[in-house]
T-cell receptor, first 116, second 115 residues
Framework: DGGITQSPKYLFRKEGQNVTLSCEQN?????MYWYRQDPGQGLRLIYY???????QKGDIAEGYSVSREKKESFPLTVTSAQKNPTAFYLC???????????????FGPGTRLTVL | AQSVTQPDIHITVSEGASLELRCNYS??????LFWYVQSPGQGLQLLLK??????LVQGIKGFEAEFKRSQSSFNLRKPSVHWSDAAEYFC?????????????FGKGTHLIIQP
């Protein structure tokens, strides 16, 4: 079945450590996204990538980094510069704009990151 | 500034009763509009979407939504709720057309179903 996988489901990190969250999709989608979810805040866009080897900052990119070396993979690194990293992180993907279904984003199951 | 507002943080309805969740947006043109549902600790599932055409759209699980340009609204409705509808509901908007630049989400409405 096609879909988006995120791993791990739960992640614990000590303060001052970098950590990388995995996101893989087999939907053959061009665009991929990372969102952060905090209680009562909805989802906020961290980074997105519309094509391999290219990505753009979203609304809250500070303290995060990404790479897009393969179409199906879009890992997110939470760096030690992120002041409040404890949150639920969601990865999403969508077909290229104009290819039908444009705009509709498909979401992975999420990774809950807790900083100890 | 472009924004999405869900005015109700929590809504409680009795099982079998009708439901309406409100969503308003601030934008100079007609955006792409979506409703998503999220169960605790899970990802988001698309309920329905509006791009153009008929302003009343049907979605999955018996949900529908109506786009009203004059009110900048996209309210979600269901005629009779089931206990399994208890979840968090998010209205989302693409202001860039096509959604390629990401979605802007409301803060969500938590739906509680009373037996």
């Amino acid at each position: 079945d096609g879909g988006i996988t995120q791993s791990p489901k739960y992640l614990f990190r000590k303060e001052g450590q970098n950590v990388t969250l995995s996101c893989e999709q087999n939907l053959n989608h061009d665009a991929m996204y990372w969102y952060r979810q905090d209680p009562g805040q909805g989802l906020r866009l961290i980074y997105y990538s519309q094509i391999v080897n290219d990505f753009q900052k979203g609304d809250i990119a500070e303290g995060y980094s990404v790479s897009r070396e393969k179409k199906e993979s879009f890992p997110l690194t939470v760096t030690s510069a992120q002041k409040n990293p404890t949150a639920f992180y969601l990865c999403a993907s969508t077909p290229r704009s104009g290819s039908g279904g444009a705009g509709e984003q498909f979401f992975g199951p999420g990774t809950r990151l807790t900083v100890l | 500034a472009q924004s999405v507002t869900q005015p109700d943080i929590h809504i409680t309805v009795s099982e079998g009763a009708s439901l309406e969740l409100r969503c308003n947006y601030s934008y100079g043109a007609t955006p792409y509009l979506f409703w998503y549902v999220q169960s605790p600790g899970q990802g988001l599932q698309l309920l329905l979407k509006y791009f153009s055409g008929d302003t009343l759209v049907q979605g999955i699980k018996g949900f529908e939504a109506e786009f009203k340009r004059s009110q900048s609204s996209f309210n979600l409705r269901k005629p009779s709720v089931h206990w399994s509808d208890a979840a968090e509901y998010f209205c989302a908007v693409s202001f860039s057309g096509g959604g390629a630049d990401g979605l802007t989400f409301g803060k969500g409405t938590h739906l509680i179903i009373q037996p």
